[in-house]
């Protein structure tokens, strides 16, 4: 058994808690896992998360420290032997030592009590596979060279790879997610073996939104492009994310962007994540230009075309948020940020009118600001002089865009004479006159014609009611 000297801290109130419970009631119990890993690291922990193995009963030992804390268990699962306990924002889960066998079909494995080495070697990878004892926290125990391994940032399995990821596949996603989240390197026989049993993804042993927590786990590590890539390098982005695939080695023209799609996209989901933590705002650059293999076409003198890939892209979004389990009311969002992503260069690249920007703030409402994010972003050329005359204009036409729309108060924009009152006004039921008139009034607002108001709105309608309609039912005719 390696040990190496602890580098926890014991001062903190609920691990001192459960150290000295352990030595009360003369238990065998011991912090297991990511604290370690991440303690070792010296990374920020955002409240405590704690796994305690217990060498015997873990549910009575959860219960009893529980009753210390005058508090309940959160949940129970007697059957697998665990249960979690939350203190304020402190959340510990407890599980007895076991060992594991699993079946073909299932991920769920077969479990009976074991021993410290056994419970640690069914871990997924060495650098989880650290514990500190509760009654003698002075050394952490290392059975698989996990402290070497943090040291060297390598991703490899305590026990024979192959087994490790066809028992359970869910851990091809979960390698790729800590290389990715710790910009760690995957060991070659253990990337092997993520490649030959990538198809077990397929096979319904792992839930779809297990995989696709996983991703988005990938997508919120600080660099995605390293996992976004071993997932295409080892096949495995074939199967959770074809789409995505096929981007790759897709040549466009290189002004602004990588010749390549897929590896210009991973720059932008780099670009982005420098400046937002928020998940969606990447994966809508990762999405940007997901639909360029479909619309690609070759035109003489100017090189690859990808006409339409903003509309397509966003049309192609309610089968893969179908398909991968992602939550549906972000899809609104997503499908706006790809359908306007190239507003605001175009508007770059030629005298922008004011009509020209308050139509695009408008349509872009409450998502401007993350709009001009991901527009900045998808600069990725590597022609500096380019680059840099590109975002001098589009600063430009970024600094107009806002204060149009914080002038005109278009966030949100729509007429501010309401279908009910044109009704009412023009003495029409519900029909599509109502909405010839509704659009002309937000049309003479966007253009410039008239001010954002409710009154110079009205007066419009006024203006306009009689001829359109006029016009509108000798249509009709």
Same mark, same amino acid.
């Not at 952490?140 to 087994?163: A, Q, S, V, W, Y």
């Not at 990447?282 to 230009?289: G, I, M, P, S």
């Not at 499908?335 to 005298?351: F, M, S, T, Y």
């Given at each position: ?22 030595? %009360? ?31 015997? =009963? ?11 804390? %005058?508090?309940?268990?959160? /949940? ?13 924002? *402190? ?5 007895s030592a076991r060992k594991e066998s699993y079946k073909r079909d299932s991920r769920k ?30 050394? !952490?125990? =290392? ?12 991703? &490899? ?44 993804? %397929? ?7 297990? !995989? ?24 495995? #982005? ?47 650059? #990762? ?24 509309? #397509? ?15 549906? *009311? ?8 790809? &359908? ?15 009509? /020209? ?30 680059? %840099? ?19 005109? *108060? ?25 909405? !010839? ?41």
């Amino acid at each position: 058994m390696k040990s190496n000297k602890a580098n926890i801290d014991f001062s903190n109130k609920i691990i001192k808690s459960l150290s000295e419970y352990t030595v %009360k009631t003369k238990s065998d119990a011991y912090i297991v896992g990511g604290f370690v890993r991440d303690s070792i690291l010296k990374l920020d922990m955002t409240g405590l998360d704690l796994d305690v193995m217990v060498l015997g =009963d873990a549910v009575g030992f959860a219960e009893g420290f529980a009753k210390k804390h %005058k508090q309940n268990l959160t /949940a129970v699962y007697k059957n697998f032997g665990t249960a979690l306990l939350n203190i304020g924002d *402190n959340k510990i889960e407890f599980a007895s030592a076991r060992k594991e066998s699993y079946k073909r079909d299932s991920r769920k494995p077969a479990v009976e009590a074991g021993s410290l080495a056994e419970d640690l070697s069914r871990r997924d990878f060495t650098i989880n596979a650290l514990a500190v004892s509760l009654r003698e926290p002075e050394d !952490i125990i =290392d059975l698989f060279g996990g402290i070497e391994d943090l040291k060297n940032g390598i991703i &490899r399995t305590p026990l024979e790879p192959e087994k490790t990821f066809f028992d359970d596949p869910l851990r091809i996603m979960r390698a790729i997610r800590f290389a990715s989240k710790l910009g760690f390197a995957i060991e070659e026989n253990t990337f092997k073996a993520i490649c030959d049993n990538r198809e077990r993804l %397929k096979e319904e042993v792992v839930s779809q939104e297990r !995989i696709t927590t996983e991703f988005l786990k990938i997508l919120e590590s600080p660099k995605p492009s390293v996992g976004l890539n071993l997932m295409y390098l080892s096949g495995v #982005l074939d199967i959770v994310f074809p789409e995505m695939s096929k981007t790759a080695g897709v040549e466009q023209r290189s002004d602004y962007h990588h010749k390549d799609v897929f590896y210009h996209t991973l720059e932008v989901v780099d670009n982005i994540s420098e400046v937002t933590n928020d998940v969606w705002l990447r994966f809508a650059a #990762l999405t940007h230009d997901i639909a360029k293999p479909k619309t690609k076409k070759f035109m003489q003198g100017t090189g690859w075309t990808f006409h339409g890939h903003e509309e #397509l892209g966003a049309r192609m979004m309610k089968k893969i948020f179908e398909r991968m389990r992602l939550p549906f *009311n972000k899809i609104d969002y997503i499908e706006k940020l790809i &359908r306007l992503h190239l507003r605001p260069a175009a508007l770059a690249n030629q005298d922008a009118t004011d009509s /020209a920007i308050r139509r695009l703030a408008a349509e872009a409402g409450e998502e401007l600001v993350d709009l001009l994010k991901l527009c900045r972003a998808d600069i990725t050329s590597k022609n500096l002089a380019k680059v %840099k005359k590109y975002m001098g204009n589009f600063a430009y036409v970024e600094k107009r865009i806002v204060e149009v729309q914080e002038k005109d *108060n278009l966030r949100n924009f729509q007429s501010p004479v309401r279908g009910e009152e044109i009704m009412k006004i023009c003495e029409l039921q519900p029909s599509k006159p109502v909405g !010839i008139l509704k659009t002309k009034i937000e049309e003479a607002i966007l253009d410039g014609i008239i001010p954002n108001t409710y009154d110079a709105a009205l007066e419009y309608l006024y203006k306009i009611k009689d001829v359109t309609l006029r016009e509108y039912f000798k249509s009709r005719r």
